[in-house]
């Protein structure tokens, strides 16, 4: 166990346990790398080890990493949490909701209000997944995004 480093060691004991295959962090602080670790293993076949450069899919992790950015920037005063997101993103200005997601997609109404912040740190924005529906929308989905992992329709 590392008793220098208190995230590597914590880490150590998630891995020891087994509820963890390995993991890698790094903070930085004020222009600064203060810790970083290599913990566990990248492949556990071939024996092979974490190392800082070690690339991970991390999919929905990008969530937890994007708020605490966000977060970041609303404690500068760049944005409040009840601000609307329509300053950034205009396209936001008239968001209509289906009625029931089994519906034909005409049948909806106005937002009861604009999307801010909060909703979109919180997931509940209204915002939703094709793959979380059957029907009507989830084709619509699928013809405007693809599939939700590994779309070939361009960003």
């Known amino acids: 166990m590392n008793r220098e480093d208190p995230i590597a060691s914590a880490i150590e004991a998630i891995v020891d346990d087994g509820a963890l295959v390995g993991a890698v962090t790094l903070v930085w602080r004020n222009g600064e790398v203060v810790q970083t ?35 970041m920037l609303m404690e500068e005063g760049k944005f409040g949490l009840d601000d609307p997101i329509t300053r950034w993103a205009p396209e936001f200005s008239e968001m209509r909701v289906l009625r029931l997601p089994t519906d034909p997609l005409d049948q909806t109404d106005p937002a009861n209000r604009l999307i801010n912040f909060e909703d979109l740190l919180t997931h509940r924005s209204g915002l939703t997944y094709g793959a979380f529906h059957h029907g009507l929308l989830a084709e619509a989905y699928a013809e405007a995004l693809g599939p939700d992992i590994d779309s070939p329709v361009a960003p």
């Open 37 to 71: 670790a290599a913990v566990g293993w990248r492949d556990v076949e071939a024996g092979l080890p974490m190392e800082r450069d070690t690339i991970f899919r991390i999919a929905s992790m990008t969530k937890p990493i994007t708020c605490a950015a966000a977060l």
